[in-house]
């Protein structure tokens, strides 16, 4: 597929599904975009939609048929509206941190290809603000899902969730106590740790 240069042709790529539940349109939305009239399309959309569907069908899928509902925040970037949020301090990392991150249509410097969507859990959103701790639902995720990297913000205990074709297997957070929560060679990296979420559902496939 080449990038849309019609409504038409993005109107066709936004009915594209990625799994189940999930189809492109979804993943397309970005404030920077909207508010500085950048295009946010796909260079590469086969790429695109091929990162995305492993995004989608191995993480957002099981999430949502556990959990409920989950709320995309910040998704797919291209290369235009992410660099222009990096240069301006939006938030956004570098390009090239991004590729096989927001920027699902390249791959990374390894030559991976990955995909990243910054969701809230409005299930577990509602405990947090109760007073739940956000390293509960990070462990759930280490314990069932194959994510390559999480990181977790103060708001809606909101984070980025990572698929790879080479899981790094890390999590991150700037919500405190801030810093590394696991990475592979520390100790608590390894085993079970469903003693930090008593009371979660257990894993459901869509």
């Given at each position: 597929m080449k990038s849309p240069k019609s409504v038409a042709k993005l109107e066709d790529l936004g009915r594209v599904r990625l799994s189940r539940n999930f189809f492109m349109r979804d993943f397309l939305y970005s404030e920077i975009a909207n508010l500085h009239g950048l295009p946010n399309i796909p260079e590469d959309p086969d790429l695109a939609i091929a990162a995305g569907s492993r995004l989608c069908?191995?993480?957002?899928?099981?999430?949502?048929?556990?959990?409920?509902?989950i709320a995309i925040r910040s998704a797919y970037r291209s290369p235009?509206?992410?660099?222009?949020?990096?240069?301006n301090k939006l938030n956004c990392a570098s390009n090239e941190a991004n590729y096989a991150h927001h920027i699902w249509?390249?791959?990374d410097a390894d030559g991976r290809m990955g995909a990243t969507a910054c969701i809230a859990v409005p299930w577990f959103a509602e405990r947090?603000?109760?007073?739940?701790d956000w390293r509960s639902l990070a462990w759930w995720i280490h314990d069932h899902l194959p994510y390559?990297?999480?990181f977790f913000f103060p708001r809606l205990a909101a984070f980025n969730l990572n698929w790879n074709e080479a899981?790094?297997?890390?999590?991150?957070?700037?919500i405190k106590p801030a810093g590394c929560l696991t990475k592979p060679g520390m100790d608590n990296h390894a085993g079970d740790h469903s003693e930090s979420y008593?009371?979660?559902?257990?894993?459901?496939?869509?």
């Open positions: 069908e191995e993480l957002l899928e099981p999430l949502n048929a556990t959990f409920g509902r235009t509206v992410n660099g222009f949020g990096n240069a249509d390249r791959r947090y603000e109760a007073g739940a390559s990297s999480m899981p790094e297997r890390r999590i991150d957070s700037y008593p009371g979660f559902p257990a894993l459901k496939r869509a």
